[in-house]
C-alpha cells in the first residue's frame, strides 16, 4: 500500500529538516507518540536504529523499530519503520519553492502476512487521512516559531 502527502510550510528548509528529526516536537505531532528508545547510532541519524513507542487505546504501549535509511541535510530524511505485522518505508523530501517549503512524504507499507494487505487496502484512506492530520500538526507548531 503506497500513498504520498503534500504540505505547503512557511519555514525555512533548515528549520524543517530540524524539526523533522526532532524526538520532542514527535511527542507533539505523531499520534499516539509518546517516547523514543534509541538502541544504536544516536538519535534519527543514518544507520541509527531506534524502538518508537507509542500509548494504544487499551492502556498498552507498541514498540515499533526504526532504521533511518537515508539523509541529507535540509533535503531529505527516510527511514523503515518495522512491526511483526508490517514494514513501511518513509521518504521525507524538503523541496525549497522559493516563497514556501513543499514537504512530500512517501510511504510503502508492506503487510505481513499478506492477507493482513487486504485490511490495509481497506483502511488506506484512514491512514492516509490521519497522516496528513499529523504533518498539518506539525505545519502548525514550525510555522508559530
Known amino acids: 500500500m503506497k500513498f504520498d502527502i503534500r504540505i505547503k510550510i512557511n519555514q525555512s528548509a533548515k528549520e524543517v529538516f530540524q524539526s523533522m528529526l ?31 513507542i507509542y500509548n494504544e487505546a487499551d492502556g498498552t504501549t507498541t514498540k515499533i523499530k526504526e532504521e533511518v535509511t537515508e539523509i541529507e541535510s535540509g533535503k531529505l530524511f527516510a527511514y523503515q519503520l518495522t512491526d511483526k505485522n508490517f514494514i513501511s518505508y518513509v521518504t521525507c523530501k524538503i523541496v525549497d519553492k522559493g516563497d514556501y517549503i513543499l514537504l512530500v512524504e512517501k510511504t510503502d507499507i508492506k503487510f505481513r502476512p499478506a492477507i493482513l494487505g487486504i485490511f490495509g487496502l481497506l483502511m488506506k484512506g484512514s491512514m492516509k487521512k490521519r497522516r496528513e492530520a499529523d504533518l498539518l500538526v506539525f505545519k502548525e507548531l514550525i510555522e508559530s516559531k
Open 22 to 52: 526532532s524526538t520532542q516536537l514527535l511527542i507533539k505531532w505523531e499520534t499516539n507518540f509518546s517516547g523514543f528508545n534509541p538502541i544504536k547510532g544516536g538519535k534519527r541519524k543514518l544507520g541509527s536504529t531506534a524502538y518508537r
